[in-house]
């Protein structure tokens, strides 16, 4: 049986989940937007599961906006705030997420200039690189991630928060791995908008969430009958929005043993990762997702190393899903000013809370046998 290493592309649907989802892929059937009893009662269902995101996030249930996942969240939040802030400047991280990277970049040409916040190797922005942008006040909206998605570094966002706003900037949060991970606190950290997902923790594809503190003015990319409050037109995926209220609110009562149980298999991995001859173990120092292992082997293809493993019967990544099939180094890696040959080389292991010890040590074997190979088959 093929084992999956891979939790920070997607999450299986958890039980409960799909539990609390079935009733609404039948009965009620009714639109949420509906004035009848069956709309009535998808339309509860709906708030139900907003209190639910809300109460993980740490906001109030009217500043959640459902959309269909992270990205459209991401994309919504830059377009939609640089439309509002017209004229004024995007940053960006180095090591964003492509739906935050390319919604900023799809700016370019438009009248709102676009920079790029540098990065160092330990996976945090240039803070004194930011202050000094932010000083000279023509920033509308700085982006920066909760959590890295490949490396698994954890930012300081109140920080973050602190230097935007006291320059008069907005922060967009993408919290799309972090949220169920770690705790996050959207009113007490001053964020200003923050995107999640929820198959990135245990609940269903095709759906996500939104945060957008009260007062803030964001421009819809989509127009068609007003729904949540005019930002995002388009029938609400009842079901799906109540798995993730469902989704998060077991993440919020499980975050801690989930936790503890992956950074234990997470330490046992990079132990033994750290027997290899030529490996890296990216940020190893920082503080990390409990889950996420990041590594290359010096001189091998990350490409390569993922299929052959695959071939072993273990599931992981050699970066980002959204760009791993193009076979480009990792740009979270090359953000962060390192090499591209070792760039290239980066394998991704996440691990779940149904992962054991006993498969990470079946890894590390087969990550020894994969490592054995004639290096010219496998180099990059």
Not at 2 to 8: A, V
Not at 62 to 86: P, Y
Not at 301 to 320: C, H, I, N, Q, T
Request: glycine share 10%; with cysteine; charged share 15%.
């Amino acid at each position: 049986m093929p084992t999956y290493f891979d939790h920070n592309a997607t999450t299986p649907l958890h039980p409960d989940v799909l539990a609390a989802m079935q009733p609404h892929l039948t009965k009620p059937f009714g639109n949420p937007a509906s004035v009848h009893r069956f709309g009535r009662a998808a339309h509860a269902a709906v708030q139900r599961a907003r209190d639910e995101v809300a109460q993980l996030i740490g906001c109030r249930s009217s500043e959640v906006v459902f959309t269909s996942g992270g990205t459209e969240s991401d994309n919504l939040a830059v377009k939609g705030v640089a439309a509002a802030l017209s004229g004024r400047s995007v940053l960006y991280g180095a090591t964003e997420h492509p739906a935050v990277l390319e919604a900023a970049e799809a700016l370019r040409g438009t009248d709102t200039p676009v920079e790029v916040i540098p990065y160092n190797e330990d996976g945090h922005p240039d803070w004194a690189w930011l202050e000094q942008r932010l000083a000279r006040g023509d920033v509308g909206l700085v982006c920066m991630m909760a959590a890295n998605n490949e490396t698994g570094v954890i930012q300081d966002i109140a920080r973050a928060s602190e230097l935007a706003h006291a320059h008069g900037a907005l922060l967009h949060v993408d919290a799309v791995q972090a949220a169920g991970k770690l705790p996050l606190d959207f009113a007490g950290n001053g964020v200003d908008l923050m995107a999640l997902s929820a198959h990135k923790l245990f609940g269903p594809r095709g759906v996500g969430a939104l945060a957008i503190r009260a007062g803030i003015t964001v421009y819809p990319q989509q127009h068609g009958g007003g729904h949540e409050d005019n930002l995002r037109s388009g029938t609400l995926n009842a079901p799906g929005i109540v798995g993730m209220g469902a989704a998060c609110r077991l993440a919020a009562e499980q975050m801690t043993t989930r936790n503890a149980h992956c950074q234990q298999l997470r330490d046992r991995l990079e132990a033994g990762l750290m027997q290899l001859p030529n490996l890296t173990v990216f940020a190893q120092a920082q503080a990390r997702l409990a889950n996420t292992c990041q590594f290359a082997l010096h001189g091998f293809d990350g490409e390569a190393m993922v299929m052959a493993l695959d071939r072993e019967g273990f599931a992981v990544s050699s970066g980002s899903a959204c760009h791993s099939e193009h076979g480009e180094p990792s740009h979270v890696l090359m953000g962060m000013g390192l090499q591209r040959d070792l760039a290239k080389a980066a394998v991704r292991v996440s691990f779940g809370p149904d992962n054991t010890e006993a498969e990470v040590d079946q890894l590390l074997a087969a990550i020894g046998r994969v490592a054995s190979t004639p290096m010219a088959a496998m180099a990059v």
